[in-house]
């Protein structure tokens, strides 16, 4: 895969994760049927607050793998990798083995879990799995203007009407001064020397 494609994966993942956590979040995780009181639906940003953290985690994952290069973006790939394998565990004790939850001071014993969790189980593997795909692969993933700041880099070209005023900004006359010789050089051509004033 081509380390542009890959690149664009990796924040495809990033932003599918943070989308599904959003929905979770905003789903239904529990109902409580408490005696003698109406139902209670717990939504998932209720049982798990957590949710909305790591979903804005992964989308500041997209600035950080793009932006960062070597052991920088090594580390965003290990905070990533560890943020989804703890959404994973937090996601599926939830669905298998729902606690009690406690809501504006209101305690409600564990009711019966939905499905929603599974919403958070999915954006946490595909976080786990964008995590370490950064740390495995970094060394293929482009990185944010990295061609203008590598050393020993091929020359990118040069607008030519951005280089004219780059050589007027720097006292040179881009229609008589050669680029990169000071104004008045003579050269190389002993021929090439000062004119003597006319007589």
């Not at 049927?33 to 717990?42: H, Q, R, S």
């Not at 729902?98 to 599974?118: C, I, N, Q, S, Y």
């Amino acid at each position: 895969m081509r380390s542009g494609r890959l690149l664009g994966v990796v924040c495809a993942g990033l932003a599918l994760s943070a989308a599904l956590l959003w929905a979770g979040s905003a789903t239904v995780w529990q109902r409580v049927l408490p005696a003698g009181a109406a139902p209670v639906e717990l939504t998932g940003a209720q049982v798990a607050p957590w949710l909305t953290g790591t979903a804005l985690l992964a989308l500041a994952g997209v600035a950080g793998v793009v932006a960062a290069g070597g052991v920088l973006r090594r580390l965003v790939g290990a905070l990533l990798a560890l943020a989804g394998l703890g959404a994973v565990v937090f996601a599926l004790r939830a669905l298998l083995a729902p606690a009690a939850v406690t809501v504006d001071g209101v305690r409600h014993e564990p009711g019966e879990p939905t499905a929603a969790p599974l919403l958070a189980v999915a954006a946490a593997v595909v976080l786990l799995a964008v995590g370490i795909t950064v740390l495995v692969r970094e060394r293929g993933l482009p990185r944010l203007g990295a061609r203008y700041a590598a050393p020993g880099g091929r020359a990118v070209e040069r607008d030519p009407d951005r280089a004219a005023w780059q050589e007027l900004d720097e006292g040179r006359d881009p229609t008589v001064d050669p680029p990169g010789e000071p104004p008045g050089d003579a050269g190389d051509d002993p021929g090439d020397g000062p004119r003597s004033a006319p007589v």
